[in-house]
């Protein structure tokens, strides 16, 4: 005060002001001291610079009543040019940067013209006065202090006991009592109100404080946090970065991002995804192909619905990617994976397991039941997915340093987690059994090209599943490469199986010129006639797939021309045969 007397210059209420008047007095007194300093600044790489960006930055608001400016944004720019200017023009790097030591050496020897700190310690050298702003009546002062909690886990009694101790030590006569001992500032404001208070701390000067709280996301480690805001700031303010890409990576810190249809790979991605699905829809016209028909017949026609449509739902895996990350989404993903799976494998699985030949009676159950197993595993998929419902998952904020922070979904729980595990291992278990049925069909003479069609696509849905876990495992920070392999991995499970078994099989059987329509009868004829045991009233499941579509004179002249292969069983065997295929005409007495 005594060098602002000396001067006739008041305190300060603007930063321009500041800047003037310290201009003013250190070109006259930089004689006569050496060591005298015009500000501080206290913009040191501590938590303490980043209290002060924090208090400088709300001094540059438009009225007392405005919000904390979001960081990229005009006010802040201007808040920032100004700092710099004013570290140019009054200071220096060196002095700004210093901390809380070379402060409170300045504040006791007197050697400052202005000087920033806590209001914790009194001297009568100086005149405590608010933070000026960018006009008369904005400031900026940011609070701080201690935060007290309870624990959870100590008992109601002790709960009970520390909740009265809570409210006694925040009450407004224990606050008054330690403001007249201490001269602390109160956090509440109705004490300078009181007029013991007032006797003894400045009352009027509380009450114009301008409070700001440091503001930074609850899920992100506010040391980690603290240390990046300041030092995007720091290089333009002690670089030479500019000051868009300074506050452009630090606004990075508060958002989380996502990939959308109109980002590049976001259109990228949906112009193939587009492709994909005409092709899908268009796909459905093959079987009704004259020419292709016929190998199509390997399958039950509600048999091939529940197969495309579980397609279909494996597809939409392909969508939830896009967009922000949310509850809703994180279920639709498991959704889709575990029915859209068991839908697409179920009925190839029940088709392979009709071919196979035992006497045993679950597995003869087993084939004669193929609607109630496929309900069975659609039933324990249900069961699952309600546990999992039950127990929601939560979105978990990744945060990446120097890069863009992203969101994933999280398992909340213990009972989460192991559901969705059980039903992966229950899918991958559906994906074994049909890789087992077709290996082991690999060699057979009539379903050997169903089998090795089947074993090349289960193989690449098992693998891409297995790359998708991975994916979904290890942290990957950067959430475009994420979104790619995510992407490129859910095409692949999603429709390798239609591609390879419903459209290429075909189109590949036709250009062959394999009569596919006889191959199923002969499979699934010899098939049946083994597991006969002597008994002649054991007939073929009469909505077998082949035999709806043989009662004309063409296919029974086929089969006689094809009569020393499908003939070659026992009398016994012939009999039956002239039995379960009414449909067919054919004369067995030639034999």
Known sequence: MDLLEKYDK????????????????????????????????????????????????????????????SFVNETVINALEKLKYMKEKIASNEQFQQGTLYTLGKLNDGKALFIKYWNVIPNPVYKMSILPGIKKGISGSTIGGQSVGIGNDIGDKKINASVKILQYVTSREFRKNITLETLEYSTIPSLYDDDDICKVVDCKFMKSIQFVSRKFPPDYPYDDYSKEFRSFIYEYLYGDKPIIEALNEFDNLNKFYSISFSDSIGKAFGFILGIIAVILVVSLALPFIPNLRKY????YLDFWIYSIFGTFLMFGLCFVGYGPVTVIKCHLRVFFFSFGLSFNLMPIICMFNKSIHKKDILWQAIKKQSYFVIMGVLLINNILYMFILREPFTIDK????????????????GLNRFCFYLLMILETLIIVIAQWLAFIKRNDMYLKKESRFLVISLYTVLLSLIMIFIVDTVNINDYNKQFILFEVFYILFSISNHF?????????????????ELEYLKAFRSNTFSCINGSNNQKMNSKSPIYSKFSTNANSQNLLNHKPVAMSNSKVNSRVNSQSYTSIKVNTTDN
């Open 398 to 413: 990744i945060f990446i340093k120097n890069g863009k922070n992203y969101n994933r979904c999280k398992s909340r729980s």
């Open 500 to 516: 390879i078994f419903f459209i290429i099989r075909p189109l590949w059987l036709r250009y062959k010129k394999i009569d596919e």
């Open 296 to 299: 199509y017949k390997v399958l």
């Open 10 to 69: 008041a305190i300060p209420e603007t930063w321009d002001e500041l800047i003037e008047t310290s201009i003013y007095i250190m070109d006259r007194e930089k004689d006569n001291d050496k060591d005298l300093i015009s500000f501080n600044g206290l913009y040191d790489d501590t938590d303490t610079g980043t209290v002060s960006l924090f208090e400088y930055i709300y001094s540059f608001r438009d009225s007392v009543n405005s919000p904390f400016p």
